[in-house]
Nanobody, 126 residues
Framework: VQLQASGGGLVQAGGSLRVSCQASVVTYSYYNMAWFRQAPGKERVFVAAINRNGRNTDYADSVKDRFTVSRDNDKKILYLQMNSLRPEDTAVYYC????????????????????WGQGTLVTVSS
């Protein structure tokens, strides 16, 4: 499984941005997907997750009601729509994947995911 994140950039506080993650795997719909982020000098932390068919999602409290995770299984793309961005959202955003059965719980820990993208930098200016 190869994951390629893109869409990062510089945005003003209060603005919006959408990052994407293109997967290169035949059985993309067999994988739960997630976004993590790593701010400068800090550990990588969970942001959002979505299950195989896109019907179940989970969010970190810090992004709830501002970020939306979604996926297009036909195009094999994972999205993270980020609204009302704050300077503290500045980080490198990583997508991650793990093969899972449909009833598997969504993972929020780094060690639950087997495949990682290279990250895309999002910078929010005040």
């Amino acid at each position: 499984v190869q994951l390629q994140a893109s869409g990062g950039g510089l945005v003003q506080a209060g603005g919006s941005l959408r990052v994407s993650c293109q997967a290169s795997v035949v059985t993309y719909s067999y994988y739960n997907m997630a976004w993590f982020r790593q701010a400068p000098g800090k550990e990588r932390v969970f942001v959002a997750a979505i299950n195989r068919n896109g019907r179940n999602t989970d969010y970190a409290d810090s992004v709830k009601d501002r970020f939306t995770v979604s996926r297009d299984n036909d195009k094999k793309i994972l999205y993270l729509q980020m609204n009302s961005l704050r300077p503290e959202d500045t980080a490198v955003y990583y997508c991650a994947a793990k093969r899972a059965v449909l009833t598997a719980p969504l993972g929020t820990r780094l060690d639950e995911y087997d495949y990682w993208g290279q990250g895309t930098l999002v910078t929010v200016s005040s």
